[in-house]
């Protein structure tokens, strides 16, 4: 079962629907992926892009609001926080890496790890 994510004029994902396997041929369509993405696209006036749930297209699987990254052919999460940076494997970075173990989360304000553990 595959899945494609639909999106805006500006890359970003706005649906993501169940189709027809890339390796499927019918009605004329299929046989690969650019094929089915250009089927979709036709019949929903939205461009369609193949997304995957193990990862193993297009970096990660696409959600609603990840944006399509045409020139590396890549989705992208939504930013986290505003101080956090995409990284050159298209991953965000704190400004500071995470501490080991459990329980870590980060407060944008303070710009700082906080273990809940430990309040």
């Known amino acids: 079962m595959a899945h494609y994510a639909w999106l805006n004029n500006d890359n970003l994902v706005v649906n993501v629907t169940v189709g027809v396997d890339e390796d499927v041929v019918q009605q004329g369509f299929g046989g690969s992926t650019e094929a089915w993405e250009a089927f979709y696209s036709q019949a929903t006036g ?18 609603l609001g990840y944006t399509y990254d045409a020139v590396n052919d890549v989705f992208i999460a939504p930013q986290p926080f505003a101080s956090w940076s995409l990284d050159d494997n298209f991953d965000w970075q704190a400004p500071t890496p995470r501490p080991e173990g459990i329980g870590w989360y980060w407060n944008e304000a303070q710009q700082v790890w906080v273990n809940a553990t430990e309040l």
């Open 46 to 63: 939205h461009i369609i892009k193949r997304t995957s749930y193990n990862n193993n297209i297009r970096k990660q699987y696409a959600g």
